[in-house]
């Protein structure tokens, strides 16, 4: 079975890094687009960039160009979003999410909540 | 950029009721379009792909049409279960956009 298992759930305070993970199983992950998906409180889904773990091409949104890093390591078939400095307006939830050949999202990681407060 | 527009923003429908959201593309994605459902606490699910392909396991009753810029996610008798956020994505180019979403309420 094909699965997608996110890191747990973060409270951090502005001007902290960050990493969270998304740790894939049941399939050939180097085979494989990896995305990063943001929602906001109440808000849609933006897709944040995306990784081909084969050759670690990296594609980012330009609304997060700069704002975040997205990497892979092969050894633990796992995907990592991390940020250098939070702000409060991170605060989000974030999904990994696979992309098929047919460029869509077949399977979700469930979500990890970052919150970023004093 | 590829900017996704979906109508309408909120829809209110009865169970029984056949219902359609619209997605237009700022430019063409061929086909390269796919629907989403999203309930409170959940992750997306995959309903349609390839503009009109239906995902595995999904009901019969999800249907979806278009090419180019215009396309449409069509439920044809809405069942309890439905009542959801739906959202339209797009891929083209190593780059993807999604849609602002439909919020489909009970009347």
């Known amino acids: 079975e094909v699965q997608l298992v996110q890191s747990g759930a973060e409270v951090k305070k502005p001007g902290e890094s960050l990493k969270i993970s998304c740790k894939t199983s049941?399939?050939?992950?180097?085979?494989?687009?990896i995305a990063w998906v943001r929602q906001m409180p109440g808000k849609g889904l933006e897709w944040m960039g995306m990784i081909y773990p084969g050759d670690s091409d990296t594609r980012y949104s330009p609304s997060f160009q700069g704002q975040v890093t997205i990497s892979a390591d092969k050894s633990f078939s796992t995907a990592f979003l991390q940020w250098s400095s939070l702000k409060a307006s991170d605060t989000a939830m974030y999904y990994c999410?696979?992309?098929?050949?047919?460029?869509?999202?077949?399977?979700w990681g469930q979500g990890t909540m970052v919150t970023v407060s004093s | 950029d590829i900017q996704m527009t979906q109508s309408p923003s909120t829809l209110s429908a009865s169970v029984g009721d056949r219902v359609t959201i619209t997605c237009r593309a700022s430019q063409s994605v061929s086909n390269w379009l796919a629907w989403y459902q999203r309930k409170p606490g959940k992750a997306p699910k995959l309903l349609i792909y390839k503009a009109s392909s239906l995902e595995s396991g999904v009901p019969s009753r999800f249907s979806g049409s278009g090419s180019g810029t215009e396309f449409t996610l069509t439920i044809s008798s809405l069942q309890a279960d439905d009542f959801a956020t739906y959202y339209c994505q797009q891929y083209n180019s190593f780059s993807v956009t999604f849609g602002q979403g439909t919020r489909l309420e009970i009347k």
């Open positions: 049941g399939y050939s992950f180097i085979s494989y687009w």
């Open positions: 999410a696979r992309l098929t050949g047919d460029g869509a999202f077949s399977i």
